[in-house]
């Protein structure tokens, strides 16, 4: 049984409403009802005051093909991979910084302003990749998303050239 069945049947078979349970346990009423509609799973705690409550084992709630188990372990990955990303994330900060330094200094302005380009590009590549790979079950067989992630990344782009081109502008 899927952990969004099993919290409620266990509500039910206690006679507890959704805010009843959303108080003994303490969270909302809306997130009980997003845990029995599949929306979201509980957190370690909440299973934890759930499993008491209900007076079931965790080995019972966390059956090892459940989805909350793996949800758990993609959250886990999910971390991991942000710590991979902060550091080039950084790294990429700092020559966006020089870049800007050296466009304003510099008289051929291409090279620099397509560095530029290339140093958001790379920060907001792994971004998106992480965002969607964090909501991956949100937007699953779904092109919104993509669709609209594209048009911001390009309407960021074009707000950075010309907020460059008036900073070059204006300092020249």
Known sequence: ??????????????????????????????????????KTTPDIDSL???ARLF?????TIL???????????????????LILFIIPFLANLLIL?????????SQNNFPNVFLIFCCLFANLL?????????NRNKYKNRYKPYFYLAIGWTAL????????????GFLR
């Open 157 to 168: 782009f074009m707000l950075v050239w010309l907020a460059v081109v008036l900073l070059l």
């Open 126 to 134: 792994p971004l998106t990749y992480y965002y969607l790979k964090m």
């Open 97 to 105: 910084f020089k870049q800007l330094v050296l466009l304003h200094q």
């Open 55 to 59: 007076n079931l084992s965790l080995d």
């Open 63 to 81: 059956l090892e093909e459940s989805t909350i188990v793996k949800d758990i372990r993609r959250k886990t990955a999910a971390s991991k991979s």
């Open 48 to 50: 934890i005051r759930l």
């Open 1 to 38: 049984m899927e952990i969004n069945q099993m919290i409620k049947t266990k509500r039910k078979e206690h006679k507890l409403t959704q805010e009843q349970l959303a108080e003994k346990i303490f969270v909302s009423k809306k997130t009980i009802s997003n845990w029995e509609t599949g």
